[in-house]
């Protein structure tokens, strides 16, 4: 794949004449001409089904995306990600998350070792621990249940557990108490302890290296809290475990290698929910809930491996993407649940995506002459509809939509959930078929003046997925599908989606600046202009 470039590919210059040729046309003829277009374009996968018939595509369209696909390799390339190739390249590692929530009893091979057993023994340890925490078995180091659990991590060390236990709150233990603190801004930590008790309270400090500044400046922080009403050093045994890959640091930072909880370098960050990462939730909603969840995905893996590209959930869903971004000039994306349990599924898809395929530079090195990863943004409807959702019907800009729905919800209550979805429905026909200077004329009653304030143009794109409930198992498979959904994308555009260089300057800079703002002296400053006026201005502040 390395020597190929989609812009090259027939196939790519096909779509571009496609484009060309259907770009003008309207969704509401599309579904006029075509009585089963709805059926056309739905599919069910893992619990989930997506109707994706309200897209500006024609069967020609889907039928070009998927030979683009055939032409970028990408059966291959599933399969490579699946059997444990280095397709981490930039990295030298295997991209294996998918290991994490493999039931198939199936060995998985990295560098000639199955790597299930390991998988396996360390969802044991989890399990166990969960437990001991849930049923009052762990005990803090002056005798009393724990009550409080605090994850400490940042990026996919808190995005995933974080956004997950929201989605699952449900069905978490309402008796613990369950935080999350990620900010290198006090504050946070802060907030997240002022009122919970050291002797009942466990952290879990979450970072895959362990190094990363944020984490360790927090840890350090608990660790002091926690010592100031403890007094003595053993009792950072029974208040802190460790989740990490990095067994020496955690030893150093003072927590017991018993207490850590291991994952692996073949497990990305934002990739790694279903790994020990995960041990907050589990510990929310306990093993049971935490196996269901890991069959959801799992589920969603298998459609993925296994299903032809015009009946696979997450290939649809990425070459729509494709589409868009590639071809009608989209810059975002928006998802849209309609679950307020789900408001931090967007933050959660912003690092997935963008940190996945926010790249310029192909596999080859070269820069990229085609656009790659889009802008995530989104919020729960209906808050969103009072908010941002002006802009998606009547802006300038073209933004395709997501729009999560349930049957029902765990928590909410026939009345009240069908006004929630009478706005979902409503949502997306209002963007695929708008309101005409005809309709709003026929309508009578509004001034000519204000008539083209009023008329909604219509044909704007969205997909509609729907499951039953919001169970553990469904958001398994929900997460699975927008991680598969990236993946082709980054074949598609020929870069590597699983490395993160772009965030490394900013970290070294840092590391630069921070002595620089602590030294008692004035050292000389040796930035840009602007960088030492306001660096200038932050010290006489702080010091004045
Ligand atoms: O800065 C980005 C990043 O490397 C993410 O990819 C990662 O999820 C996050 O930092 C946290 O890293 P760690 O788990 O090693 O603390």
């Given at each position: 794949m390395k020597n190929v470039t989609p812009i090259g590919l027939k196939e790519w210059t096909a779509l571009e004449a496609l484009y060309e040729q259907?770009?003008?046309?309207?969704?509401?003829?599309?579904?006029?001409?075509?009585?089963?277009?709805?059926?056309?374009?739905?599919?069910?996968?893992a619990g989930l089904c997506l109707d994706y018939s309200k897209n500006r595509i024609s069967m020609e369209t889907m039928e070009k995306l998927f030979a683009l696909a055939k032409a970028c390799k990408l059966r291959q390339a599933i399969a490579d990600m699946f059997s444990g190739q280095p397709i981490n390249e930039t990295e030298g590692r295997p991209v294996l998350h998918v290991a994490l929530r493999n039931m198939s009893g199936d060995p998985i091979m990295v560098n000639n070792c199955d790597v299930m057993p390991e998988v396996q023994a360390v969802l044991a340890k989890m399990k166990l621990f969960a437990v001991d925490i849930r049923d009052g078995t762990w005990r803090g180091y002056s005798g009393m249940p724990i009550r409080n659990v605090v994850n400490i991590g940042i990026g996919g060390s808190h995005l995933g557990p974080a956004m997950a236990y929201d989605a699952l709150k449900p069905y978490t233990d309402r008796n613990l108490v369950v935080r999350f603190v990620s900010n290198v801004d006090e504050s946070d930590f802060?907030?997240?302890?002022?009122?919970?008790?050291?002797?009942?309270?466990?952290?879990?400090?979450?970072?895959?290296?362990?190094?990363t500044e944020e984490t360790m400046a927090n840890a350090g922080l608990a660790r002091a809290w926690s010592l100031e009403a403890l007094r003595d050093e053993k009792s950072i045994a029974r208040h802190f475990v460790a989740v990490s890959t990095n067994a020496k640091a955690v030893a150093e930072f003072g927590i017991d290698p018993a207490n850590m909880f291991e994952f692996w370098e073949w497990v990305g960050?934002?990739?790694?929910?279903?790994?020990?990462?995960?041990?907050?939730?589990?510990?929310?909603?306990?093993?049971?809930?935490?196996?269901?969840?890991?069959?959801g995905f799992h589920s969603m893996d298998c459609h993925f491996a296994s299903e032809p590209f015009d009946r696979n959930m997450p290939v649809i869903l990425a070459m729509l993407g494709i589409w868009y971004n590639n071809f009608f000039g989209a810059q975002s994306y928006a998802v849209l649940p309609y679950s307020q349990n789900l408001a931090s599924f967007p933050a959660y898809l912003q690092q997935l995506d963008m940190e996945s395929n926010g790249k310029s530079v192909d596999k080859r090195g070269a820069k990229t002459a085609w656009q790659t990863g889009p802008v995530v943004w989104g919020a729960p409807g209906t808050n969103g509809q009072h908010a941002f959702y002006q802009l998606i019907h009547q802006g300038t800009k073209?933004?395709?939509?997501?729009f999560i729905g349930f049957h029902r919800l765990p928590m909410s209550g026939v009345a009240q959930h069908d006004k929630l979805m009478a706005n979902f429905f409503a949502q997306t026909e209002a963007l695929a078929f708008g309101l005409t200077l005809a309709d709003l004329s026929a309508g009578g009653g509004v001034s000519e003046y204000v008539m083209p304030h009023r008329v909604f143009e219509g044909n704007r794109p969205s997909n509609t997925i729907v499951a039953d409930n919001l169970t553990p198992a469904v958001f398994g498979a929900l997460i699975a599908l927008y991680e598969h959904k990236v993946f082709v994308q980054g074949v598609i555009w020929n870069i590597f989606s699983f490395d993160q260089w772009g965030v490394q300057l900013g970290k070294l800079l840092a590391k630069k600046i921070l002595p620089e703002l602590q030294s008692e002296k004035d050292v000389e400053l040796r930035h840009d202009s602007s960088t030492n006026n306001l660096m200038t201005a932050y010290r006489r502040a702080r010091r004045p």
């Amino acid at each position: 794949m390395k020597n190929v470039t989609p812009i090259g590919l027939k196939e790519w210059t096909a779509l571009e004449a496609l484009y060309e040729q259907e770009q003008a046309l309207h969704l509401r003829d599309l579904f006029r001409l075509d009585y089963s277009r709805a059926d056309r374009f739905t599919l069910q996968a893992a619990g989930l089904c997506l109707d994706y018939s309200k897209n500006r595509i024609s069967m020609e369209t889907m039928e070009k995306l998927f030979a683009l696909a055939k032409a970028c390799k990408l059966r291959q390339a599933i399969a490579d990600m699946f059997s444990g190739q280095p397709i981490n390249e930039t990295e030298g590692r295997p991209v294996l998350h998918v290991a994490l929530r493999n039931m198939s009893g199936d060995p998985i091979m990295v560098n000639n070792c199955d790597v299930m057993p390991e998988v396996q023994a360390v969802l044991a340890k989890m399990k166990l621990f969960a437990v001991d925490i849930r049923d009052g078995t762990w005990r803090g180091y002056s005798g009393m249940p724990i009550r409080n659990v605090v994850n400490i991590g940042i990026g996919g060390s808190h995005l995933g557990p974080a956004m997950a236990y929201d989605a699952l709150k449900p069905y978490t233990d309402r008796n613990l108490v369950v935080r999350f603190v990620s900010n290198v801004d006090e504050s946070d930590f802060r907030e997240q302890t002022w009122d919970l008790n050291p002797a009942e309270t466990l952290f879990i400090v979450a970072s895959k290296t362990f190094t990363t500044e944020e984490t360790m400046a927090n840890a350090g922080l608990a660790r002091a809290w926690s010592l100031e009403a403890l007094r003595d050093e053993k009792s950072i045994a029974r208040h802190f475990v460790a989740v990490s890959t990095n067994a020496k640091a955690v030893a150093e930072f003072g927590i017991d290698p018993a207490n850590m909880f291991e994952f692996w370098e073949w497990v990305g960050g934002r990739y790694s929910l279903c790994s020990a990462i995960g041990l907050p939730l589990m510990v929310a909603i306990g093993p049971e809930r935490f196996m269901e969840m890991l069959g959801g995905f799992h589920s969603m893996d298998c459609h993925f491996a296994s299903e032809p590209f015009d009946r696979n959930m997450p290939v649809i869903l990425a070459m729509l993407g494709i589409w868009y971004n590639n071809f009608f000039g989209a810059q975002s994306y928006a998802v849209l649940p309609y679950s307020q349990n789900l408001a931090s599924f967007p933050a959660y898809l912003q690092q997935l995506d963008m940190e996945s395929n926010g790249k310029s530079v192909d596999k080859r090195g070269a820069k990229t002459a085609w656009q790659t990863g889009p802008v995530v943004w989104g919020a729960p409807g209906t808050n969103g509809q009072h908010a941002f959702y002006q802009l998606i019907h009547q802006g300038t800009k073209l933004i395709p939509a997501d729009f999560i729905g349930f049957h029902r919800l765990p928590m909410s209550g026939v009345a009240q959930h069908d006004k929630l979805m009478a706005n979902f429905f409503a949502q997306t026909e209002a963007l695929a078929f708008g309101l005409t200077l005809a309709d709003l004329s026929a309508g009578g009653g509004v001034s000519e003046y204000v008539m083209p304030h009023r008329v909604f143009e219509g044909n704007r794109p969205s997909n509609t997925i729907v499951a039953d409930n919001l169970t553990p198992a469904v958001f398994g498979a929900l997460i699975a599908l927008y991680e598969h959904k990236v993946f082709v994308q980054g074949v598609i555009w020929n870069i590597f989606s699983f490395d993160q260089w772009g965030v490394q300057l900013g970290k070294l800079l840092a590391k630069k600046i921070l002595p620089e703002l602590q030294s008692e002296k004035d050292v000389e400053l040796r930035h840009d202009s602007s960088t030492n006026n306001l660096m200038t201005a932050y010290r006489r502040a702080r010091r004045p």
